[in-house]
């Protein structure tokens, strides 16, 4: 899980929509599969399987690093709101899958579109997954 700087809700829309497709591209060239997937205009979730010999803050730093440069690079609107050019937040959360199955998360993944209508307004719905 990651967010945009002071969590600013910009991942709707075009943008939420190149975002997938860049996770995609980035996670396709380092063999790591995307078990499911979920962004919000503010957030986004991902449930990986990656390769043993690939660190998670590898995973993370590829995606995040890609990520920010093209949408920086493709909306100039958000060198407005980001200054310094930096899309993302410092840091991240991961967690490995031992303790609960990976069916339990991605069904939590899954549910943060079931938001009440008023709140889900105009957001990107954009998950994926297998």
Known sequence: ??????????????????LRELIREICKALEVDIVQGHIRP????LLLSAPPNLAPSRVMQAIKGK????????????NKEFWGRHLWARGYFVATSGNVTDEV???????????????????DRGFWGR
């Open 1 to 18: 899980m990651f967010i945009p700087k002071y969590r600013k809700p910009v991942l709707r829309g075009d943008i939420g929509h190149r």
């Open 42 to 45: 503010d957030h986004v979730h």
């Open 67 to 78: 990520t920010s440069h093209h949408l920086m690079r493709d909306f100039r609107r958000l």
């Open 105 to 123: 998360i991605a069904k939590y993944i899954a549910e943060q579109g079931a938001e009440p209508r008023e709140h889900a307004a105009g957001a």
